[in-house]
């Protein structure tokens, strides 16, 4: 319940009514506790909208964004993501990152994932190719970070991608003129 003070700042207080029994079982009166819970409600508060700022950010970033697990499961990923690949969020987390991954690339990023998961690395960059819907074959410049708890254990992986499939068939381009 939100009450006022003589100052007419507003707290809150939660109230716990507790009955006083008789010899026969029935109340004969009660007891209310209340306490304040201003802080907790105003730590709730923040932390909504510190969640609120980071799904916008991460919905609405112009960078793919993509939250997995050690073994490269998806938990989530964002818009830009999705679109770059051309498959849903309920695609990608069916998937995983071994099955959109292009396999020449793969050991290097098995061999990057698993630093991460020893604790021997913090992050890493790589352009590597992905597998996109009808197999079209997407560069990407990754910058993967691994996201730990106050244990120090991995929780997730965080990875920001950049699709850079022009600037490699420019190279590529370049290269044929050249040679």
Same mark, same amino acid.
């Given at each position: ?34 306490? +304040?819970?201003? $802080?907790?409600?105003?730590?709730? @508060?923040? %932390? *909504? ?7 916008? #950010? ?19 990923t964002n818009r830009t993501y999705q679109e770059m690949l051309g ?17 020449? +690339?793969?050991? $290097?990023?098995?061999?990057?994932? @698993?630093? %991460? *998961? ?7 960059? #790589? ?53």
């Amino acid at each position: 319940i939100k009450n006022r003070a003589k100052d007419g700042a507003g707290y809150w207080v939660e109230t716990t009514i507790v009955p006083s029994l008789n010899a026969d079982g029935k109340p004969y009166q009660y007891v209310a506790i209340g306490t +304040d819970i201003t $802080e907790r409600r105003q730590a709730q @508060a923040v %932390l *909504r909208e510190s969640e609120e700022r980071f799904r916008t #950010l991460f919905q609405s970033a112009t960078i793919g964004i993509a939250l997995r697990d050690a073994s490269g499961r998806f938990l989530n990923t964002n818009r830009t993501y999705q679109e770059m690949l051309g498959y849903s969020g309920a695609e990608l987390k069916r998937l995983g990152s071994k099955r959109i991954t292009y396999p020449e +690339d793969m050991a $290097e990023e098995e061999r990057l994932v @698993a630093g %991460l *998961r020893a604790g021997t690395r913090d992050a890493y960059q #790589l352009e590597h190719r992905y597998w996109g819907r009808k197999r079209r074959l997407i560069w990407v410049k990754a910058s993967a970070s691994a996201v730990r708890d106050h244990l120090g254990e991995l929780r997730f992986i965080i990875t920001m991608a950049e699709d850079i499939t022009g600037r490699k068939q420019a190279e590529d381009q370049i290269r044929l003129l050249v040679n």
